[in-house]
């Protein structure tokens, strides 16, 4: 038996979403709902994934069960395609399982020829709008299919536009139209040597292939890789016939959502243009009017649209994001689909769909995409400031934008990917500037709507966004944007607020983001229903406070090393890194206990009633001395100048130590625990700084912290076993001498292979364990975390050898095998051992569902990823 590959309309439903993609499967639920939706059929995904198996030949028996939909359909509407008497016109149009918003190619009014021009006139009644569209299927049907570039045609109209003195496409007659469609078709016979296609049955085989092809191409690749969507999954294909917003007055097209995708509220939220065709709203090519408007001007259908939007919301149990059509008065709906929304937006509608009693809080959560709740973690403009506004537009993406004006996407691209802060200026964006978009703080377009690509692009990446900022000017060619009097060149400093739609010719001060009530109240769901701890990697008081604000119960990892690199502890450090004697040594390190106390004491305050875990020491000590080209230098320019013999003998003795301390991996070499086991002072003189720090807490705040003392890079458990003796000896004598005593818990980060392996033994000495999940990464794999990116990695993750970086998002099979099994290893020689991660994975919702099921106790990561280690903590028990 062959494959199904081609479904009819009425065949389809929700379920079948995996096969006949979104759109397919939307407009036959609404079918099935009563909804008037065009009649049509959708030729599956396998059939698209099948034909890329075999390099783009399409499967036997393809081609004719799309004959056979086509037949179907010709009976049910009564029409042809090709036909000069009654002509079916169709819509080709991609949709993919997960929504790709115009990442791939559509095309529409095919059917559409010289024979069949005039039969459309005559039904329609309207010259000119059967005129409109064959000019439309030509351009669309060249670019798409064909790939003719699309200035051909653009050109072609501008120049008509200008000879007959007209600015709007809707200004050109019938006349000006018919002759329009000649120059297309002569200029397209001429880009392809004479070989256009004019038979409308080869040209739907044509352009079902061309959008089985265009899930191949960049943009499409760039927006998947961003949002992480697999590339196997294919695009299905949906042919149906042909409604027309471009049929005059009593004809739109438009685009609504069921509530406000930028904040959430239950409010009339669209756009729609009439006599217009469906890519003119999204495209921005024509700024569309609020759907409010609609009716006064269309009432019946904005009535039906009214109640077809409840009727769809209810049914799909969450916003909708829906495209129609009016012809003549009457309303089609083209698709629905769950909205995409801004983080604000996905709280305030889960919120809301809760206390409406429409879903459960776990529902609730399991809806909203943790990653996105960045956007609320964005930054906006400080309010106090006394810039005016140069210009204004669509607030199309919340957050605040501050960078270098840049108006081309390749250059923004190229600038970003350095780490420039770049802001993007665009006349309008369309898929392929995607790469660009990525990699700016932001964008900027003088043209489209809040549906626009710029706006939905970007609220979907949490980017801010201004669209359609009118009256600006903007000169792609010789990067300038005008507005006014005021000229803004490449390079410039500009400041987007997309939450306002306002643009600043300056670079403006940011302020933190803030988190409002719905935040709260989702996240103490959240926090409900989690069973992971969630602490903050904080090493210093401005941080620990931040992250407690954020909801981190603890700190994971306070990193000690900043505390030793500050000017005024460097010239101790190298006393201490230089000493002869062990006298010598303690003298220096004493000098730098004080500091460290100091510093200490803000985090314990900051955090008071909370554990803190503190890292002992962990760099390598050369990068506490000077480089050793520059060392050398100095000593000879010294010894050249006849220096001080007293100033000339200590740098002799810094040169001698850079030079004795010098390794080639100094990743793999002296740090962590092995400082101490050279140096023991350090850790004694670590352990009663951190004593002193929580005693002095204890008396003047009347709490402390619960304090942990997490010892680094271990391998073996005489590491530990030292350490804790030298820690402990100073931990009873501060105590002895204090008077006081709290419970100290000692513990070690697991970040190497070996001590994964032996962590039973390991276990055995230590009170907790913290995976080092960054080490633990770079060690298993091999691979040196600080070079990754710049070099191979990025080749690997292009080419699918590693499917996701593995320093963002924890390698499962390799690494987590290890972290699985070093947890079931400790907890069986100690079943009292507690069992934290704090690498960068700890913030990442893939690893903290990993965690989870691992069994950890908790995650730790920076401050601002808290929240949404809160939120993907629940979702990884529901
Ligand atoms: C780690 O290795 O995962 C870790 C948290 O330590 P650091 O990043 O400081 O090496
Ligand atoms: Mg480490």
Same mark, same amino acid.
């Given at each position: 038996?062959?494959?199904?590959?081609?479904?009819?309309?009425?065949?389809?439903?929700?379920?079948?979403?995996?096969?006949?993609?979104?759109?397919?499967?939307?407009?036959?639920?609404?079918?099935?709902?009563?909804?008037?939706?065009?009649?049509?059929?959708?030729?599956?995904?396998?059939?698209?994934?099948?034909?890329?198996?075999?390099?783009?030949?399409?499967?036997?028996?393809?081609?004719?069960?799309?004959?056979?939909?086509?037949?179907?359909?010709?009976?049910?509407?009564?029409?042809?395609?090709?036909?000069?008497?009654?002509?079916?016109?169709?819509?080709?149009?991609?949709?993919?399982?997960?929504?790709?918003?115009?990442?791939?190619?559509?095309?529409?009014?095919?059917?559409?020829?010289?024979?069949?021009?005039?039969?459309?006139?005559?039904?329609?009644?309207?010259?000119?709008?059967?005129?409109?569209?064959?000019?439309?299927?030509?351009?669309?049907?060249?670019?798409?299919?064909?790939?003719?570039?699309?200035?051909?045609?653009?050109?072609?109209?501008?120049?008509?536009?200008?000879?007959?003195?007209?600015?709007?496409?809707?200004?050109?007659?019938?006349?000006?139209?018919?002759?329009?469609?000649?120059?297309?078709?002569?200029?397209?016979?001429?880009?392809?040597?004479?070989?256009?296609?004019?038979?409308?049955?080869?040209?739907?085989?044509?352009?079902?292939?061309?959008?089985?092809?265009?899930?191949?191409?960049?943009?499409?690749?760039?927006?998947?890789?961003?949002?992480?969507?697999?590339?196997?999954?294919?695009?299905?294909?949906?042919?149906?016939?042909?409604?027309?917003?471009?049929?005059?007055?009593?004809?739109?097209?438009?685009?609504?959502?069921?509530?406000?995708?930028?904040?959430?509220?239950?409010?009339?939220?669209?756009?729609?243009?009439?006599?217009?065709?469906?890519?003119?709203?999204?495209?921005?090519?024509?700024?569309?009017?609020?759907?409010?408007?609609?009716?006064?001007?269309?009432?019946?259908?904005?009535?039906?649209?009214?109640?077809?939007?409840?009727?769809?919301?209810?049914?799909?149990?969450?916003?909708?994001?829906?495209?129609?059509?009016?012809?003549?008065?009457?309303?089609?709906?083209?698709?629905?689909?769950?909205?995409?929304?801004?983080?604000?937006?996905?709280?305030?509608?889960?919120?809301?769909?809760?206390?409406?009693?429409?879903?459960?809080?776990?529902?609730?959560?399991?809806?909203?995409?943790?990653?996105?709740?960045?956007?609320? %973690?964005?930054?906006?403009?400080?309010?106090?400031?006394?810039?005016?506004?140069?210009?204004?537009?669509?607030?199309?993406?919340?957050?605040?934008?501050?960078?270098?004006?840049?108006?081309?996407?390749?250059?923004?691209?190229?600038?970003?990917?350095?780490?420039?802060?770049?802001?993007?200026?665009?006349?309008?964006?369309?898929?392929?500037?995607?790469?660009?978009?990525?990699?700016?703080?932001?964008?900027?377009?003088?043209?489209?709507?809040?549906?626009?690509?710029?706006?939905?692009?970007?609220?979907?990446?949490?980017?801010?966004?201004?669209?359609?900022?009118?009256?600006?000017?903007?000169?792609?060619?010789?990067?300038?944007?005008?507005?006014?009097?005021?000229?803004?060149?490449?390079?410039?400093?500009?400041?987007?607020?997309?939450?306002?739609?306002?643009?600043?010719?300056?670079?403006?001060?940011?302020?933190?983001?803030?988190?409002?009530?719905?935040?709260?109240?989702?996240?103490?769901?959240?926090?409900?229903?989690?069973?992971?701890?969630?602490?903050?990697?904080?090493?210093?008081?401005?941080?620990?406070?931040?992250?407690?604000?954020?909801?981190?119960?603890?700190?994971?990892?306070?990193?000690?090393?900043?505390?030793?690199?500050?000017?005024?502890?460097?010239?101790?450090?190298?006393?201490?890194?230089?000493?002869?004697?062990?006298?010598?040594?303690?003298?220096?390190?004493?000098?730098?206990?004080?500091?460290?106390?100091?510093?200490?004491?803000?985090?314990?305050?900051?955090?008071?009633?909370?554990?803190?875990?503190?890292?002992?020491?962990?760099?390598?000590?050369?990068?506490?001395?000077?480089?050793?080209?520059?060392?050398?230098?100095?000593?000879?320019?010294?010894?050249?100048?006849?220096?001080?013999?007293?100033?000339?003998?200590?740098?002799?003795?810094?040169?001698?130590?850079?030079?004795?301390?010098?390794?080639?991996?100094?990743?793999?070499?002296?740090?962590?625990?092995? %400082?101490?086991?050279?140096?023991? !002072?350090?850790?004694?003189?670590?352990?009663?700084?951190?004593?002193?720090?929580?005693?002095?807490?204890?008396?003047?705040?009347?709490?402390?912290?619960?304090?942990?003392?997490?010892?680094?890079?271990?391998?073996?458990?005489?590491?530990?076993?030292?350490?804790?003796?030298?820690?402990?000896?100073?931990?009873?004598? !501060?105590?002895?001498?204090?008077?006081?005593?709290?419970?100290?818990?000692?513990?070690?980060?697991?970040?190497?292979?070996?001590?994964?392996?032996?962590?039973?033994?390991?276990?055995?000495?230590?009170?907790?364990?913290?995976?080092?999940?960054?080490? %633990?990464?770079?060690?298993?794999?091999?691979?040196?975390?600080?070079?990754?990116?710049?070099?191979?990695?990025?080749?690997?993750?292009?080419?699918?050898?590693?499917?996701?970086?593995?320093?963002?998002?924890?390698?499962?099979?390799?690494?987590?095998?290890?972290?699985?099994?070093?947890?079931?290893?400790?907890?069986?020689?100690?079943?009292?051992?507690?069992?934290?991660?704090?690498?960068?994975?700890?913030?990442?919702?893939?690893?903290?569902?990993?965690?989870?099921?691992?069994?950890?106790?908790?995650?730790?990561?920076?401050?601002?990823?808290?929240?949404?280690?809160?939120?993907?903590?629940?979702?990884?028990?529901?």
């Amino acid at each position: 038996m062959t494959d199904r590959y081609v479904y009819d309309l009425s065949e389809g439903s929700a379920e079948m979403k995996p096969l006949l993609g979104g759109k397919g499967a939307g407009v036959a639920e609404m079918k099935r709902l009563g909804v008037p939706v065009p009649d049509g059929f959708t030729v599956t995904t396998e059939a698209c994934v099948d034909t890329m198996t075999r390099k783009g030949e399409w499967p036997e028996d393809l081609e004719s069960q799309v004959w056979d939909g086509l037949k179907r359909l010709e009976e049910r509407t009564g029409r042809v395609l090709g036909d000069d008497k009654k002509p079916l016109l169709v819509s080709v149009r991609s949709g993919a399982v997960i929504s790709m918003p115009g990442m791939m190619d559509t095309i529409l009014n095919l059917g559409i020829s010289d024979d069949t021009v005039e039969a459309i006139a005559k039904e329609a009644g309207n010259e000119r709008f059967a005129w409109d569209c064959y000019r439309r299927f030509i351009q669309m049907y060249g670019e798409v299919v064909e790939g003719i570039d699309a200035h051909i045609y653009e050109d072609a109209l501008t120049a008509l536009k200008e000879k007959k003195g007209v600015e709007s496409d809707t200004d050109l007659s019938a006349d000006d139209l018919k002759g329009l469609v000649d120059t297309f078709k002569k200029l397209s016979n001429e880009q392809l040597g004479g070989n256009w296609t004019t038979d409308p049955r080869e040209q739907l085989m044509r352009a079902v292939d061309a959008v089985f092809r265009s899930w191949l191409n960049p943009r499409a690749f760039v927006y998947r890789k961003a949002n992480k969507i697999p590339d196997d999954l294919g695009t299905a294909v949906n042919v149906m016939q042909m409604v027309f917003g471009n049929r005059g007055d009593t004809s739109a097209t438009g685009v609504c959502f069921t509530r406000n995708p930028a904040t959430g509220e239950k409010e009339l939220y669209g756009e729609f243009l009439v006599n217009a065709q469906g890519e003119d709203v999204v495209a921005g090519i024509r700024t569309p009017r609020s759907l409010a408007e609609m009716e006064e001007v269309l009432p019946e259908a904005y009535h039906d649209l009214i109640d077809t939007m409840k009727k769809m919301e209810s049914h799909y149990r969450d916003m909708q994001d829906m495209e129609f059509t009016v012809e003549n008065g009457k309303l089609y709906l083209l698709q629905t689909r769950n909205g995409k929304r801004t983080a604000a937006a996905a709280l305030k509608v889960a919120r809301d769909l809760v206390d409406e009693g429409v879903i459960t809080k776990e529902e609730a959560l399991m809806r909203i995409e943790p990653a996105q709740l960045d956007q609320l %973690l964005h930054e906006a403009i400080d309010p106090d400031h006394s810039e005016q506004p140069v210009a204004e537009g669509l607030p199309a993406s919340p957050g605040a934008a501050v960078g270098e004006a840049v108006f081309d996407a390749d250059v923004a691209a190229e600038r970003g990917a350095k780490g420039e802060k770049v802001v993007l200026i665009r006349f309008e964006t369309t898929p392929d500037d995607i790469h660009g978009v990525i990699v700016s703080q932001g964008v900027l377009t003088a043209h489209g709507g809040m549906t626009s690509h710029a706006a939905v692009v970007a609220r979907g990446m949490g980017k801010p966004c201004v669209a359609g900022a009118r009256g600006i000017k903007i000169d792609a060619k010789a990067a300038t944007l005008t507005i006014g009097d005021t000229v803004i060149h490449e390079g410039d400093m500009i400041t987007l607020d997309g939450s306002t739609g306002e643009v600043f010719a300056s670079g403006l001060k940011l302020i933190p983001p803030q988190i409002n009530a719905d935040f709260q109240e989702v996240l103490s769901w959240a926090d409900e229903i989690r069973r992971l701890g969630v602490e903050a990697n904080a090493d210093n008081a401005t941080d620990a406070a931040k992250a407690r604000e954020l909801g981190a119960e603890g700190i994971g990892l306070c990193r000690t090393e900043h505390m030793f690199f500050g000017a005024d502890r460097l010239p101790a450090m190298h006393e201490m890194i230089t000493a002869d004697t062990p006298e010598e040594r303690q003298a220096a390190v004493d000098k730098i206990l004080p500091m460290q106390q100091d510093d200490f004491e803000g985090i314990f305050t900051a955090m008071k009633g909370l554990p803190v875990t503190v890292r002992l020491l962990d760099p390598p000590l050369h990068e506490f001395l000077p480089n050793l080209v520059e060392q050398s230098l100095k000593v000879q320019k010294m010894e050249n100048q006849g220096a001080d013999a007293g100033e000339l003998d200590k740098e002799r003795r810094l040169l001698a130590q850079v030079k004795k301390l010098h390794e080639q991996n100094p990743m793999l070499g002296t740090r962590g625990c092995r %400082l101490g086991m050279l140096y023991p !002072e350090i850790p004694d003189m670590q352990a009663r700084a951190i004593i002193r720090a929580v005693l002095s807490v204890l008396k003047k705040e009347g709490e402390t912290v619960q304090i942990h003392i997490m010892i680094p890079l271990v391998f073996t458990p005489i590491e530990l076993e030292t350490h804790r003796r030298i820690v402990q000896q100073a931990i009873d004598e !501060e105590f002895e001498s204090a008077g006081t005593k709290v419970d100290v818990k000692i513990g070690t980060m697991i970040e190497l292979p070996r001590a994964a392996l032996v962590a039973d033994k390991i276990a055995e000495v230590a009170d907790f364990f913290s995976f080092g999940t960054n080490d %633990l990464t770079q060690t298993t794999l091999g691979i040196s975390r600080d070079d990754a990116e710049n070099g191979f990695l990025t080749e690997y993750l292009r080419t699918k050898v590693l499917k996701d970086n593995p320093f963002a998002s924890i390698d499962q099979e390799g690494v987590g095998q290890l972290v699985a099994g070093a947890v079931e290893k400790g907890r069986k020689t100690n079943p009292e051992l507690s069992v934290g991660v704090c690498g960068e994975h700890g913030g990442d919702p893939d690893s903290i569902h990993f965690f989870n099921k691992t069994g950890l106790d908790y995650v730790s990561c920076s401050p601002f990823r808290v929240p949404i280690a809160r939120f993907a903590a629940a979702q990884a028990v529901i």
